[in-house]
């Protein structure tokens, strides 16, 4: 797999308020979610299982608030709003940890 260019700066806490845009994508940059057809994103089941738990995200962490966001067929884009009030995110300034995943 080719080697990404890190994009987190080096001493950021990404626990702080603020807002984050983020990109989530599928295993092998597989086409799970769906299609696009006649240039509309037509969301498949585990697409629209994809988008519930997106937009479930508000209840589970109380101090966040979610802003816009798109599903494509390989990746999720969206831009999480962090509030300071009390984090229950958990998010750390260190380096993500990338798991070498083998079929």
Known sequence: MKERKQIRLRDYDYSKEGGYFITICTLNH?????????????????????KQW???LKNKFRDITLDYHVIMPNHIHGIIMMSEEENTVG????WPLHAEVKP
């Open 30 to 50: 597989e086409d799970l979610f769906g299609k696009i057809l006649s240039q509309t994103m037509e969301l498949n089941e585990f697409g629209k299982v994809a």
């Open 54 to 56: 997106w937009l479930e």
């Open 91 to 94: 998010a750390i300034h260190e």
